[in-house]
């Protein structure tokens, strides 16, 4: 058939603009879940959306939740801070533990260790 | 005093409890040799070789959607954008295992809407629910007359490759709250298709 059907490359493309993740990685991490056999088109769609709106989420409330250390900036530790604090985002505490440099770690074992040794 | 003190065996550091996440102990990097456990596979590895936390959406994607929902000047450390990304990767988990799990109690194979929705409600998401019903409405609209799109259709082609375009409000959005009286604007970006499929790395 010669003729286009704009109709429905628009509609396509309208649905395409609702989202701005990659459905199909989506998808991919929900499969790795256990027994999970199949997903249907909405369920895919509710959930990158919701994902989309989970990094807003999360970004803004831990960006405005800061340390207070950078004022304007989000880090790891405003991460960690607002998953701890807030009930919602509570689940990523397991994920997001407290970093510290190795270094600083093994200084304090040593200090510990030093303790110890005067028995 | 020996300055080889990056070592990620946990037995040799006597980490315990609140250090450790899944069997790993995160070190600031002090030098780039590759401690961190980001995407760790093989080159060429197949996916069944990724253990279900290692597979994330793509970090440009990611970034982009938090540079859009926090104040123009405002920055993002590197680590913070790495952090969300696997972050996504847990709700997405979080949210499907409850999913399932109802709809195993209902004696049903395949996870639909309601599930994902119901889920969100559950697992204290529920500020989501309206908001996604209304693009719900829009997605269901948009397809309409489309025979026989999987909706893994619509998403297939939207590569990893972002540019810097402007972005255009879509769609009246909902509101979501954070439960301290500040608003989190929702809103949708415009997607361009682009041919090729690239990684872009945001510094």
């Known amino acids: 058939m010669a003729q286009t059907n704009p109709g429905k490359d628009s509609q396509a493309s309208e649905a395409k603009k609702l989202i701005s993740l990659p459905t199909s990685r989506v998808r991919l991490i929900m499969k790795s ?24 989420h999360l970004a803004l409330t831990s960006f405005n939740n800061g340390s207070g250390r950078e004022a304007n900036s989000l880090d790891y530790s405003d991460l960690a801070k607002t998953a701890e604090e807030t009930d919602t985002f509570h689940f990523l505490t397991d994920i997001l533990p407290k970093k510290i440099l190795a ?9 510990l260790q030093d303790e110890d040794a005067d028995f | ?34 401690e961190e456990n980001m995407n760790d596979h093989e080159d060429g590895g197949t ?51 409850e999913a399932s799990e109802r709809c195993h109690q209902e004696k049903r194979k395949t996870i639909n809407g309601e599930d994902i929705l119901f889920a969100m409600s559950t697992l204290g998401f529920d500020m989501y629910v309206d908001p996604l019903k209304l693009y719900l409405q829009k997605f269901r609209e948009a397809m309409k007359g489309e025979k026989g799109i999987a909706g893994v259709a619509v998403g297939e082609s939207l590569g990893e490759d972002l540019t810097e375009d402007s972005f255009t409000n879509q769609l009246p959005t909902g509101i979501i709250t954070d439960g301290q009286q500040q608003n989190v604007m929702v809103y949708t970006t415009s997607y361009q298709q682009i041919p090729t499929v690239q990684q872009i790395q945001f510094s």
Do not use: W
């Open chain 2, 47 to 97: 996916k069944e070789n990724y253990r279900e936390q290692d597979i994330y959406l793509p970090i440009a994607n990611v970034a982009r959607i938090m540079k859009n929902a926090v104040p123009q000047t405002g920055k993002i450390a590197k680590d913070a954008k790495e952090c969300v990304q696997e972050c996504v990767s847990e709700f997405i988990s979080f949210i499907t295992s």
């Open chain 1, 33 to 56: 879940s256990p027994d999970v056999s199949s997903i249907n088109q909405d369920a895919l769609f509710l959930t990158t959306k919701a994902t989309e709106l989970f990094v807003q």
């Open chain 1, 103 to 111: 270094r600083d770690y093994l200084e304090s074992l040593e200090q």
């Open chain 2, 1 to 34: 005093m020996d300055g080889d003190s990056s070592t990620t065996d946990a037995s040799q550091l006597g980490i315990t409890g609140e250090y450790m996440a899944s069997g790993h102990y995160v070190l600031q990097p002090q030098d780039d040799d590759g």
